[in-house]
């Protein structure tokens, strides 16, 4: 089992709907969980980070975190072409010295 | 104010040679990240500082890979004898506070091996 698991799509949705991506994470000591954005040939920008269980909003993105089910999860509301990309989770593991991600999860935001 | 930068953007290497790759972390940030990413797959975590102290090499793939941040800012990752599967992009990152802090990436050295 992966220590950090996403389904990497690609995941199609029309402009204007609501984009939901997920993950889970087997490390349960694990506190600090991060979604990042990846454009191709760019390099991972910070979308959202999320510490406490329960929901995060930040303008059109919502992060959820159910420590109970090792489960985080990103949703995208009015989804736009600019937002395709691909949506890394990470998870803070290793005693918390290090991020360990997800493969990603490819999104394509159709016109 | 300026984000992490890193040097160079691209470097052909052909095998057997020596690559050194430098990071320029955001001023202030006492933390210090290397990651590979292969293509198709997410950053690998290959080594940690905090300032000038090397705290996790855990993730280096051999000993042919060698990090180090002699002063507690600017860090180089290198690569003795490189081989084809060493191709990559080696990300690094910092932060304020540790592993547990958010982590800034900056845009990425492309290794290509040939």
């Known amino acids: 089992q992966k220590e950090v698991e996403q389904n990497s799509g690609p995941l199609s949705v029309p402009e204007g709907a609501i984009a939901s991506l997920n993950c889970t994470y087997s490390?349960?000591?694990?506190?600090?969980f991060f979604w990042y954005r990846q454009y191709s040939g760019k390099s991972p920008e910070l979308i959202m980070s999320?510490?406490?269980?329960g929901d995060k909003e930040d303008g059109r993105f919502t992060a959820q975190l159910n420590k109970a089910s090792q489960y985080v999860s990103l949703l995208i509301r009015d989804s736009q072409p600019s937002d395709s990309a691909t949506y890394l989770c990470?998870?803070?593991?290793?005693?918390?010295?290090?991020?360990?991600f997800g493969t990603g999860t490819q999104l394509k935001v159709e016109l | 104010g300026a984000g992490v930068s890193q040097s160079p953007r691209y470097k052909v290497a052909k095998r057997g040679q020596d690559v050194a790759l430098r990071c320029d972390p955001i001023?202030?940030?006492?933390?210090l990240f290397w990651y590979q990413q292969a293509l198709g797959q997410g950053p690998e975590f290959l080594t940690y500082?905090?300032?000038?102290?090397?705290?996790?090499k855990s993730g280096l793939p051999s000993d042919r890979f060698f990090a180090e941040r002699p002063e507690g800012s600017v860090s180089t990752l290198k690569i003795q004898r490189t081989q084809q599967e060493d191709s990559a992009v080696y990300l690094c990152?910092?932060?304020?506070?540790?592993?547990?802090?958010?982590?800034?990436f900056g845009p990425g050295t492309r290794l290509l091996v040939l």
């Open positions: 990152a910092s932060s304020l506070d540790g592993g547990r802090g958010t982590q800034y």
């Open positions: 490390d349960r000591g694990s506190q600090s």
């Open positions: 999320i510490y406490s269980n």
């Open positions: 990470a998870v803070n593991t290793g005693g918390g010295n290090k991020l360990t």
């Open positions: 001023s202030g940030h006492v933390s």
């Open positions: 500082f905090q300032n000038e102290a090397q705290l996790d």
